[in-house]
């Protein structure tokens, strides 16, 4: 499609028509739902449009209208029954299987009970409540709760009905002796389901995810200061046993790193305050060098930029400026959020060919709405949610500064002809106008922001009315 303007429009109606209906390519991705409600209220949220107030619906263009409520009861029936178990160490006791699962591929799980011979279930107490039946597939997921609560956030919700104490309960069984985090809890504490195995979903994602619970549960929540929750030793020194021989980060020790498993690596130990520290230490010196090497060689070289109203000259090559995830791969909208936003973290994204990029990430707008994940591929909400994301991060760094002033001062050089200077003034025009509406569309997100994947104001919002 044309790119000389962001479509900030027709993003709106994407994003709210998936809300309400998805292509039948995403069935497959049913019991992931959560994630897909949550790439699309994250976008509205970075767009500016989401209502401001959760118990009431926003008029978000004048064919469009977002029931906040609506989604924000959808999520709270995903919330898991927690299991209290006893400590044999102790007379305390503790929760395991607090959180969120994806979807609602189970049915209806709450209208089970004891005497239901239908529904195959155990049986749990939750802080007084009566015993409700439980059934043994309802586990909760670290992603799905994480996507969960940052959903819930962007929506205005307070977090009064989600169970911190057993969510944070369960986050401390999830963690293994290695600083490493499993992605399910179990509700049966009779299957040893949290015992270690070695086929276990451990990995950079899943600690990022556990890092970004605790993070935005412990920010919310004053009761849980005092208990540490997490082992932030052992984590910090699971992302450093990931790092690869060109400073990059695996998603497991001993693999090829990745630009994903990089950002959760480094926007894990930034929300653990031991990013800097980290980066200091004598015996990593150097790694930070290289890890900025590995990411500013991730964007592809632009020999000659070339706009659709430019002139063409002999020879010149238009090659494109976007960021892979790993060397001798192709580009992808979505490393421009993982590549760049890592550089971000580093207060170095400056080094980016910032203008580059967000013209590449433009160039995969769709005339349906949301981003492809190349140019002229079909949009999806993955890719959308972090060409976004992406957009807002590089007009909050100074990533695309230029020095437009110069432009004024050498009026052209003598040898372009009248023909070439209209051309030249044309194609100026035309990329100030598409980066004024960029920046006018898009909320700017800040660090906190970048490394939590969500806008941090809505913590900040609800800190303040707590304290009230």
Known sequence: MNTDKFERTRHIRYFTNCLQSLPEQYTAADTNRLTLVHFCVQSLDI???????????????????????????????????????ENNDDDSATYIGGGFKGGTYLGDIASCRKDDIDCPQQYSIVEGEEEVGQHPYDHSHLAMTYVAICTLLALGDDLSRVHKT?????????????????AISSNNCNNE??????????????????????????????????????????????ILSCITWDGSLGLTPGREGHGGSTFCGIASLFLMSVLDDVM??????????????????RQYTLHETIYSNTIEHDGSTNQVAGMCGRPNKLEDTCY???????????NEAHLLDGWALRDYVLSCQSTYGGFGKL?????????????????????????????????????????????????????????????RQVDESLHQLPRLDCALGICSKRIHALQKRQER
């Open 47 to 85: 767009l500016g449009c989401l209502p401001t107030h959760p118990n009431c619906c926003g008029n978000v263009d004048e064919e469009v209208i977002l029931d906040n409520q609506a989604i924000i009861e959808w999520i709270y029936g995903l919330q898991t029954i927690p299991t209290l178990t």
């Open 166 to 182: 057993a969510i944070l309960q369960t986050l401390q069984s999830l963690q293994k002796e290695d600083g490493s985090f499993m």
């Open 193 to 238: 389901q949290n015992e270690e195995k070695e086929d276990d979903d451990c990995d950079l994602r899943f600690l990022y995810t556990a890092i970004s619970i605790w993070y935005l549960l412990k920010s919310t929540d004053s009761d849980n200061d005092d208990n540490p929750i997490i082992n932030i030793e052992t984590a910090t020194n699971y």
């Open 280 to 297: 200091n230490r004598e015996e990593l010196k150097g790694w930070k060098d290289d890890l900025i090497r590995w990411c500013v060689s």
């Open 336 to 346: 421009s959020y993982w590549v760049g936003g890592t550089l971000h973290l580093l």
């Open 375 to 435: 140019v002229g591929a079909m949009p999806d909400v993955l890719h959308s949610f972090y060409s976004l994301a992406w957009l807002s991060l590089s007009v909050e760094q100074g990533c695309c500064e230029e020095e437009e002033e110069e432009e004024e001062e050498d009026e052209y050089v003598n040898d372009i002809d009248n023909d070439d200077k209209g051309n030249e003034q044309t194609s100026k025009a035309y990329n100030n106008e598409r980066r």
